[in-house]
Structures are given as C-alpha cells and as structure tokens.
C-alpha cells in the first residue's frame, strides 16, 4: 500500500509569485485535506476536497486554492505569495466514509524571500 | 467557532513516570476528537481517536477519553520510554469530519 506522496519537499519562492503544491493521496482514498503549518505551532487546515469538490474550508484567504484530479490526486496553489506564507504544507488523505481517520504526507517546506 | 487548546510545554520526564498532557477543546455539535503524534524526523501520525462522548482511544500504552462534561480530551501514558519523545497535538474535526482543528503541540522529552 503506497502512502501519502508530496512534492517538491522545498521549495524557495519570492514574495508576489505563485505556487503549486502536489500531493497523491494513499491508495483507495478519496479526500484529500491541505494544512499549513508555520515553525512551532499546530497543522492549521487550508481545506478539503472530497470526489474532485471542495467540501471544508478554513479561515484561509482566496488566493489559496486547490484542485482535486479524477485519480484523486490533488494540488494546492498559492498565489500573490508573502512572507507569512512560509510553512511547511501537508496533505493528508482518508476515505470518505472514514474521514476523520488522516494519513497524513511529509510536507513541502515552502520558504518565500 | 471551533478551537483546541492544549497544555504548554516543553515536558521533560524521566523514563517509567507518568504521563498527561492536558487538552480542553471548544465545538459545536457532536465533534471527533484526535491525539496525533510527529516524532523526530518524521510526519504527523495519528496515535488515537474518540468519536462520541464518553468514548476511550487506546493505542500504544497512551490513553485518552472523551469528557463532554468537562470539554477535555487529556493524553495518558502509564510509564512513559525514551522512545516516546516527540511532539504531540491534540486535534478535533467536524462530526462530518469536513474540518479540522489542532493544538500547537507538546514537546515531550523522556531522559532515561
């Protein structure tokens, strides 16, 4: 059983451009959530997609955005970046009838200069 | 809204003490509650859930229930090893399980 893949594991970016995060749930899974979590505190969640549509959202502006790809696949995109967008990005992957059980990815470490 | 506070640390103990990290959360409805540990290099894992009330997670020695009454979700380790050491966050979800919130995390740190 393949666990929960990420990519890139960093990544450096310069304030005002825009990233793509990627993330391949665990196989048979159909949710895909995205956390944001800055250096010594808690995941704090971006949102959920559930079947290809968004389903959850935190207190996360517009310019964070996701997409959730038919084979469940899923991409996290960050536009108009600023400092404070720095963290480590985790995905976590679970089905949809056991959602709250989350295996969670390794996270890109987004650095933003 | 929703939101988890969990106690401060760092924690230091010696091997074979007890252990409790206090959590209290703050919800709506009928949530699910999580103890999620992330050891030393590696990514978040899930330790144990309770989803209703009164409900007992179990897992690897740690112990935690679900106290609706009091609002708390405290962790528990009867003799604690050096293989412990870690970060540990206590989370909530939604009862639809369509959001979820966490703690800032626990440093633990068992010295033999």
């Known amino acids: 059983e393949t666990g929960v893949t990420q990519s890139p594991t960093h990544l450096i970016k310069t304030r005002g451009q825009q990233v793509t995060l990627r993330c391949s749930s665990q196989s048979g899974h159909n949710t895909v959530s995205w956390y944001q979590q800055a250096l010594g505190q808690g995941p704090q969640f971006i949102f959920q997609y559930y079947r290809e549509e968004e389903n959850g959202r935190g207190n996360f502006p517009p310019r964070f955005s996701g997409l959730q790809f038919p084979n469940y696949s899923s991409e996290l995109n960050v536009n108009a970046l600023e400092l404070d967008d720095s963290a480590l990005y985790l995905c976590?992957?679970?089905?949809?009838?056991?959602?709250?059980?989350?295996?969670f990815g390794p996270g890109t470490r987004l650095t933003v200069t | 809204g929703n939101s988890v506070t969990q106690m401060e640390g760092p924690v230091t103990l010696s091997e074979e003490a007890f252990l409790t990290i206090n959590c209290t959360y703050t919800?709506?409805?009928?949530?699910?509650l999580f103890w999620y540990v992330q050891y030393p290099g590696e990514g978040l894992q899930l330790l144990l859930k309770?989803?209703?009330?009164?409900d007992k997670g179990s897992n690897k020695g740690f112990e935690a229930t679900y106290r609706k009454e009091t609002t708390s979700f405290h962790l528990e380790k009867g003799s604690v090893q050096v293989s412990d050491s870690a970060v540990y966050f206590c989370?909530?979800?939604?009862?639809?399980?369509?959001?979820?919130?966490f703690g800032t995390g626990t440093s633990l740190t068992v010295i033999p």
């Open positions: 309770a989803t209703k009330a009164d």
């Open positions: 919800a709506t409805g009928y949530p699910s």
């Open positions: 976590a992957s679970s089905t949809g009838t056991r959602k709250v059980e989350q295996y």
């Open positions: 989370a909530l979800s939604d009862q639809a399980g369509n959001q979820f919130y």
